[in-house]
Nanobody
Framework: QVQLVEHGGGLVQAGGSLRLSCAAS????????LGWFRQAPGKEREFVAA????????ICSDSVKGRFTISRDNAENTVYLQMNSLKVEGTAVYYC?????????????????????WGQGTQVTVSS
């Protein structure tokens, strides 16, 4: 069982930056694929970024590419999402997720169904 707790959300002006973190429990954290998703009001949850267990592979959605960076520290059981040049449309609840299923993560890591564990979410509000 893995528990995920996100931190770092808040209110920021458009063009600003925030760094989200997600702390995980569990001794096998380093073997999990990790992802960030977000859900804006009235919209479905969408993929933001994912990172493989060794950090050798990362992927970001087109909407955040070049502005957001995902990273992880396996020694600290933490995954990060550095968000720069934030836009008003980035206002959402941001969730981190963990996938212990290597094959599922490799083939479906941009979809929610690849992930078994989810955090409670952290609110990010970007003002104009």
């Amino acid at each position: 069982q893995v528990q995920l707790v996100e931190h770092g959300g808040g209110l920021v002006q458009a063009g600003g930056s925030l760094r989200l973190s997600c702390a995980a429990s569990g001794r096998t954290f380093s073997r999990y694929g990790l992802g960030w998703f977000r859900q804006a009001p009235g919209k479905e949850r969408e993929f933001v970024a994912a990172i493989s267990w060794s950090s050798s592979s990362t992927i970001c959605s087109d909407s955040v590419k070049g502005r957001f960076t995902i990273s992880r520290d396996n020694a600290e059981n933490t995954v990060y999402l550095q968000m720069n040049s934030l836009k008003v449309e980035g206002t959402a609840v941001y969730y981190c997720a963990a996938s212990p299923r290597v094959t599922a993560f490799q083939s479906m890591g941009v979809t929610q169904r690849a992930y078994d564990y989810w955090g409670q979410g952290t609110q990010v509000t970007v003002s104009s």
